[in-house]
């Protein structure tokens, strides 16, 4: 059998599989419907200092191939995330990443100084600075390559735990955000969040999300998160984890020819939060098919007309 595992930072994961922010809640919403265990890891919805309800309704609508949401980041404050939540993570047999937002490089460093002070059996952070739902939900640091590598540096400086840097498609330049990321200290990075969005209703003629514009994710926007991973892919040397409109075996494989080394899953838990299971079947079989030994030697492989 082809040997499955991944290396991120001074992690070795079970498979590539991932579960992704913000469609997993805190990791412990869904036991019965799935086994958790089978995943390579689970990434929790965005933490921030203090508790948000997030945006008023309404916040998500479908669209073709995809939907648009606008939560804005509700959650529960991290002092409530480290007493209430993160001791459960102690037996649920998958490694847990910590996704946080702020909207400033204090706000972010206090999340991990509360999260760091106490055995919160998280493996690391995802580092959300691509929202698009919120005024400062941290795109202000997302869009700007100073800003991003400055903020890395910090959060780099108060935890020895991972450090992955979630990276935002509405930039002009992917690449330059990464390699500031890079500089900064990040062990790897997440490509991408959601893609700035807009719905209409024709016969009521208003906007179907309240804060006018959202986040358009799932299968529509799966070719821009291809083309994201790629372009980071050859622009870095740290590890890229793939996201956006991964639904089956051959869109995580697509990613992992990008320069993938992991992929994580999203939109497609809404329809079956087992969806990650069969994507981890799906691959299983490619690699045998193929006579691939290792996913890790399948990352980057994509051949392209131009070098
Ligand atoms: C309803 C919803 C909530 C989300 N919440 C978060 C979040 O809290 N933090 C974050 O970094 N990304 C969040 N995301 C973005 C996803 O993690 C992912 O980057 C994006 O949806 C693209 O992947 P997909 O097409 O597989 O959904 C959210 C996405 C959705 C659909």
Do not use: W
Request: include cysteine.
């Amino acid at each position: 059998m082809a040997d499955i595992t991944v290396t991120i930072g001074k992690h070795t994961f079970q498979n590539p599989v991932f579960a992704a922010s913000g469609t997993f809640g805190y990791g412990l919403e869904n036991p019965d419907l799935v086994d958790i265990s089978a995943f390579g890891a689970i990434v929790t919805k965005s933490i921030t200092r203090q508790p948000r309800e997030g945006n008023p309704p309404p916040r998500i609508v479908e669209t073709p191939s995809g939907m648009i949401n606008s939560i804005g980041l509700s959650n529960i404050g991290v002092d409530k995330y480290v007493s209430d939540m993160a001791p459960k993570y102690a037996d649920i047999g998958c490694p847990v990443i910590m996704n946080i937002a702020g909207s400033s490089e204090d706000e972010y460093c206090e999340i991990v100084e509360i999260t760091e002070s106490v055995n919160s059996n998280i493996i690391g952070y995802e580092v959300n600075i691509s929202c698009p739902n919120v005024k400062h939900g941290g795109i202000e640091f997302g869009v700007n390559a100073e800003l991003t590598e400055s903020l890395t540096s910090k959060i780099r400086k108060r935890t020895g735990k991972l450090v992955i840097m979630k990276l935002s498609p509405n930039v002009t330049d992917i690449r330059s955000i990464a390699k500031a990321a890079e500089a900064g200290g990040a062990d790897a990075l997440s490509a991408i969040n959601t893609v700035y969005g807009m719905s209409i209703n024709p016969h009521t003629k208003k906007s179907e999300i309240y804060t006018t514009y959202g986040g358009l994710s799932g299968p529509a926007i799966k070719p821009v998160g291809l083309a994201c991973v790629h372009k980071v892919s050859l622009a870095v040397d740290v590890p890229v984890i793939g996201i956006g409109g991964i639904t089956s075996g051959k869109d995580a494989v697509e990613y992992i020819l990008a320069g993938a080394s992991a992929i994580q899953v999203g939109t497609a838990n809404y329809r079956d939060p087992a969806t990650g299971i069969s994507i981890l079947d799906d691959l299983k079989r490619y690699l045998a098919e193929q006579n691939i030994a290792t996913v890790a030697e399948m990352i980057g492989m994509v051949e392209t007309y131009e070098s």
